[in-house]
């Protein structure tokens, strides 16, 4: 048998788990790994700054079937990426980042760049483990990936201490462990039925990973033959297609008056993919009382909070194939139905916001109108994300790529993922200029990649969601969350891309047709009145 070292072994395992991709910030740490990369059929993603390449590998495993990997250097590159992991974890999304450490003779002494892997990442990751037997380098990979998409999905962190990748070891990789799709039992099915038949109120709340346009369609056939309302949990829009008319909106920040009513008077709930959290019930306050039901592959439900009637551990997919073929005796109030879905199209038609620049109410109407039906949306945290998540519809599955756990700065790493990961669909980022600033600068990575995508940056000029807390709390008295801005067209314009600067609404429309002609990254510049919070619409 011909040999390798760990460093090559690691890379060929990642090939033949089917990895396309690796984001990476390089480090002397781990150069037998990336000299492993060279001539590999991975692509190796270069970013500009670890938390961008964190991001977009998180990206990847919410976008795609298999988790996204990062790979960073010790110390420093590890407390950059940390952001990502963190995001991962509370998402629960699956993601691998490999970081590479200090020799093993080195450990304990404070040598340069040194830190605990395991005390850093022990409490945000599935798994931490550090690769000190170069032989089991194919091993510990298959490890990572299948417990990074195994039950609830989420990251798995792997040290590499550098003079362990240059050990000589059998080139041998493993046949990768498939991981299993639970399916609900006939008896498990048939306890649900009596559950749903007795319910005059039903709900149904989706979220999580591993949805399909197929079982997202699915899902949405049953809702609709039967008269159940489907709800979003917060930044999982994209579960079943916004077209149907079972889908009633989301729940979380942002969410309508009318969805947490409807949460709080439900009978039946069933959650599908999620859990009932903290943001979703309005921090622990919402939908407690009812008959709840949980389709989940997490044994342990981490994160979920009150009663549990029926847990059902199964695939998202599997379950909602499964449904589909029931002949379920689902009898609703008359008006429960029709109600929600009606509530949700009044909140979700996008209406001018009024005020000084560019309204983007008005300008969300004219996406909705300009976006391909398959488009894959980005965005990170902060009330310019208010408008997308409200007004843009999903009618493909992965077309979302947003922190749950609100961690700005992912828009602009998630765009340049997602428009490697499929290259044919329209990618659309919506950065506010506070989150744009954070990893702004990996547009360019996408030049360097051939990934395009359009941002539109919304320039306030202050971090406006603190500022909406401050003036509740403490009117009058705005501290730490003004902005000083570039020139943000300029700054596109600067890496290759395009820049156009945008401050009246009747000129975004054409606006946007030149960014989308133009085939480049391209950016448009937003300014908007400071004083605009949230949409403004009749109905709430």
């Known amino acids: 048998?011909?040999?390798?070292?760990?460093?090559?072994?690691?890379?060929?395992?990642?090939?033949?788990?089917?990895?396309?991709?690796?984001?990476?910030?390089?480090?002397?740490?781990?150069?037998?790994?990336?000299?492993?990369?060279?001539?590999?059929?991975?692509?190796?993603?270069?970013?500009?700054?670890?938390?961008?390449?964190?991001?977009?590998?998180?990206?990847?495993?919410?976008?795609?079937?298999?988790?996204?990997?990062?790979?960073?250097?010790?110390?420093?590159?590890?407390?950059?990426?940390?952001?990502?992991?963190?995001?991962?974890?509370?998402?629960?999304?699956?993601?691998?980042?490999?970081?590479?450490?200090?020799?093993?003779?080195?450990?304990?002494?404070?040598?340069?760049?040194?830190?605990?892997?395991n005390a850093w990442f022990g409490s945000t990751a599935k798994k931490v483990v550090t690769l000190d037997d170069a032989a089991s380098a194919a091993r510990v990979v298959d490890d990572a990936i299948f417990t990074a998409l195994s039950g609830r999905?989420?990251?798995?962190?792997?040290?590499?201490?550098?003079?362990?990748?240059?050990h000589v070891v059998e080139d041998a990789t493993v046949a990768p462990r498939k991981v299993s799709s639970p399916e609900p039992s006939a008896a498990a099915l048939a306890e649900l039925e009596g559950r749903l038949?007795?319910?005059?109120?039903?709900?149904?709340?989706?979220?999580?990973?591993?949805?399909t346009t197929e079982s997202g369609e699915e899902l949405a056939g049953w809702a609709s033959r039967h008269g159940v309302p489907i709800l979003a949990d917060f930044r999982a829009y994209d579960a079943v297609p916004h077209r149907s008319d079972a889908y009633a909106g989301s729940l979380g920040y942002g969410r309508s008056d009318a969805n947490a009513a409807r949460l709080d008077e439900a009978d039946l709930v069933l959650f599908l993919g999620c859990v009932r959290g903290d943001v979703l019930s309005d921090g622990y306050k919402r939908g407690l009382d009812a008959e709840t039901i949980v389709v989940n592959a997490d044994a342990n439900l981490l994160g979920h909070f009150g009663r549990v009637d029926q847990h059902i551990t199964a695939d998202v997919s599997?379950?909602?194939?499964?449904?589909?073929?029931?002949?379920?005796?689902?009898?609703?109030?008359?008006?429960?139905?029709?109600?929600?879905?009606?509530?949700?199209?009044?909140?979700?038609?996008?209406?001018?916001?009024?005020?000084?620049?560019?309204?983007?109410?008005?300008?969300?109407?004219?996406?909705?109108?300009?976006?391909?039906?398959?488009?894959?949306?980005t965005f990170g945290a902060g009330n310019h994300a208010l408008w997308p998540a409200r007004y843009l519809a999903h009618n493909s599955a992965n077309s979302l790529a947003a922190p749950r756990n609100g961690a700005m700065g992912m828009g602009i790493p998630a765009a340049v993922a997602a428009s490697l990961a499929y290259p044919g669909r329209q990618v659309i980022s919506v950065a506010g200029d506070g989150c744009f600033m954070m990893n702004g600068q990996e547009i360019a990575t996408a030049m360097g990649y051939g990934a395009k995508f359009i941002v539109l940056v919304v320039d306030n000029g202050i971090f406006a969601?603190?500022?909406?807390?401050?003036?509740?709390?403490?009117?009058?008295?705005?501290?730490?969350?003004?902005?000083?801005?570039?020139?943000?067209?300029?700054?596109a314009r600067s890496y290759g891309g395009y820049g156009e600067r945008?401050?009246?609404?009747?000129?975004?429309?054409?606006?946007?047709?030149?960014?989308?002609?133009?085939?480049?990254?391209?950016?448009?510049?937003?300014?908007?009145?400071?004083?605009t919070r949230s949409p403004k619409t009749s109905a709430n």
């Open 1 to 117: 048998m011909s040999t390798t070292t760990a460093g090559h072994l690691i890379v060929d395992q990642l090939e033949r788990a089917g990895i396309r991709r690796v984001y990476t910030v390089p480090g002397e740490s781990f150069l037998d790994v990336l000299d492993g990369l060279h001539g590999s059929s991975i692509q190796n993603v270069v970013a500009r700054q670890e938390g961008g390449a964190g991001f977009m590998a998180l990206a990847e495993g919410r976008l795609t079937e298999l988790p996204g990997v990062a790979m960073v250097t010790r110390g420093p590159g590890a407390a950059n990426a940390f952001i990502a992991i963190h995001t991962a974890h509370q998402d629960a999304t699956p993601m691998i980042l490999f970081v590479g450490l200090i020799p093993v003779a080195d450990r304990g002494r404070e040598s340069f760049q040194e830190f605990d892997i």
């Open 153 to 166: 999905p989420g990251p798995v962190v792997i040290g590499l201490p550098e003079d362990v990748l240059v």
């Open 465 to 491: 969601t603190i500022r909406e807390h401050q003036e509740n709390h403490y009117p009058g008295r705005p501290s730490g969350t003004h902005m000083t801005n570039p020139d943000f067209a300029a700054l």
């Open 197 to 211: 038949a007795a319910a005059c109120r039903p709900l149904i709340v989706v979220g999580g990973e591993g949805w």
């Open 502 to 531: 945008v401050d009246r609404t009747e000129d975004f429309a054409a606006a946007f047709r030149r960014a989308v002609d133009s085939g480049l990254p391209a950016l448009l510049h937003l300014p908007q009145d400071p004083a």
């Open 318 to 377: 599997a379950f909602s194939a499964a449904l589909a073929a029931t002949n379920s005796a689902v009898r609703p109030d008359a008006g429960w139905f029709a109600g929600a879905r009606a509530d949700h199209l009044a909140f979700s038609a996008p209406q001018p916001d009024g005020g000084i620049g560019v309204d983007l109410g008005a300008a969300m109407e004219i996406l909705t109108k300009e976006m391909d039906d398959d488009a894959v949306l």
